[in-house]
């Protein structure tokens, strides 16, 4: 209240705070629906005012209106927005006052007279995790022309008001995102345009920082304090086991130009800070634009008009709806909601044919029901500025959604590398296969090489349709394939197929030596050459997708990828098959020939070793340098 300081309930707050809540908001009527600022539509919910279409807010309780005349609309810098309205006496003569709110220290700065509590008060409910605005008014006279008179003019000499306080709770899943962000090998920072005191208790609920030292003036000098300001550190000097909140006045003195003792503070100390408050939207998008010059991969989540700047020119942009639900329905809600609206447009449309008296009183109340589920669905999604400047758009209001883009996108990054991997081995592999054959003069058969796409196309497709886990690891996979794990296990891999290649074919030549005379253009017929390399080329294809296949903690484990899982036991029988003679029709089928005993169990033995070396080198190297680590910032 006025002369209070303590809070005061609903029923018992002076008029004039009544009036200010009342009227100095953005709320309008559109098509007979309440439109604004959630936090404005709570607030008017709860007093005993009411907005009308013609923006005349009448009050239940006493025989009082007030019209609002003009609007000075929220600045974002100013941090205030303001209203004139006019109030009629009994006679009929208007007399016109003006109604504030903002940050408490702009409005204190307007008062005419500040009252002895006012910053204890204010910083009392800011520690305590408030959003605290301070209200104030004045009466500029009777007869005023309300188009001539100027914001600075109007917003001068004003009577305090009280403070309102909001409590804004966290969002279920905000600790909970903010918790898997920081596990996964992420820095979190804050920027927000509230009070750096509410910032900085919000930091610490969600654990963003615990410890926290705020950049502050005091007369001419800045200087770091605790938000209690118990403990006082030099600005230069501020002690490196507390956390930083820089408020848009201390950034906008750390890069001032005029102060250029510390002229290059700003860039020294970003790397630290993790609470920003008070700041501009221009300062939001300079807090990015710092951390990507300085070589930092940016996500960016906002939610309103303010953070546009930022969105656009962070690397992620993501777009939160502020009114959407915080996650998904349950998809049983939403069949019984659109089974609910099914009927009624049913029964509406029985009701057309039937004009008797008593349908058209449960006509109205079935139009009004649907009229209600329509407005439900409208609520869920509606876009802003936020969503223009956004490549990505989240349905849902929790920042959980930075977890869901993180988790797909290392999935995706993952696949590629092992995508690259899987191919320039297959390439070697096929090259070396058709030099050893071409150096005999033997080739694949149309029907090999038909059975080999068949056989493999079903890796290609399922490798590729992998999930990400639910939950992030802390792990970091490689950004680029140009990285020691992926140059070595592609070479040592490579190195181990080709011994095992080379190995089986001078086997092969033992058996059956090389013909003195080749004929490249002779047709095709079945030999021990062709077999060996056939069933050695398959299967070591296919080794390569289950080797270096990634799985856990990115995405699913080939045994969790059924379909994957699956086609490669089935080649991998296939080719079991084919090696010992099992169904010898085939092997004829295929133009194969059935090996002897003695090369069938060498054969085996050498792509088996050949499994064993190949995975045991990809793991070790897995173990060294297979996942990049989070550089320290500072």
Sequence with gaps: ????????????????????????????????????????????????????????????????????????????????????????????????????????EIIKEMLKEVPDYYDRTHKEYTLQGGRVMALARRSIGKDVIVRDVLREEAEKDLEFCGFVVFSTPLKKESKSAISMLKDSSHYVVMITGDSPLTACYVANQLKIAKKILILTQHEENWRWETPDGTTVYPINEPNKSYSLCLTGPGMAYCVNETSKKHASLFDELITRVQVFARVTPKQKEEVITTLKAKGLVTVMCGDGTNDVGALKHADVGVAIIANAPEVKPERKEVLEKQNIKQTILQQLENNKRDRKSQVVERQKMLEEKLKQLQAEEDT??????????????????????????????????????????????????????????????????????????????????????????????????????????????????????????VRLVDKCHELEPRKASIDLEAEFAPSLLNSIVYIVSVTLQLNTFVINYRGHPYMESLRENKPLCYSSLFTAGFMIILTFGIMPEVNTEFSLLILPESMQNEVFMALLLDSVLTFSMDRLLLLICGDSKLKPLY
């Design 1 to 104: 209240g006025i002369n209070a300081e303590y809070g005061v309930d609903i029923e018992n707050t002076p008029i004039e705070t009544c009036q200010v809540l009342a009227t100095c908001h953005s709320l309008i009527y559109v098509e007979d629906k309440l439109i604004g600022d959630p936090i404005e539509r709570a607030t008017l919910s709860v007093l005993p005012w009411t907005l009308t279409k013609g923006d005349v807010v009448m009050c239940k309780t006493i025989k009082q209106s007030l019209k609002i005349q003009k609007r000075f609309h929220f600045n974002s810098t100013l941090k205030r927005m303001s209203v004139i309205v006019s109030k009629q006496d009994a006679n009929y003569n208007c007399e016109y006052l003006v109604m504030t709110k903002g940050a408490p």
């Design 380 to 501: 869920l999604v509606k876009l802003g500025d936020a969503s223009i400047a956004s490549p990505f758009t989240s349905k849902y209001s929790s920042v959980k959604c930075i977890c869901s883009i993180i988790r797909q996108g290392r999935c995706t990054l993952v696949t590629t590398l092992q995508m690259f991997k899987i191919l320039a081995l297959n390439a070697l592999i096929i090259a070396y296969c058709q030099s050893a054959l071409y150096l005999d003069g033997v080739k694949f058969s149309d029907g090999q090489a038909t059975l080999q796409g068949l056989l493999l196309a079903g890796c290609f497709l399922f490798i590729s349709r992998s999930k990400p886990l639910d939950k992030l690891s802390k792990a970091r996979p490689h950004a680029n394939i140009f990285n020691l794990y992926t140059i070595l296990t592609v070479v040592l891999q490579f190195a181990v197929h080709l011994y095992t290649i």
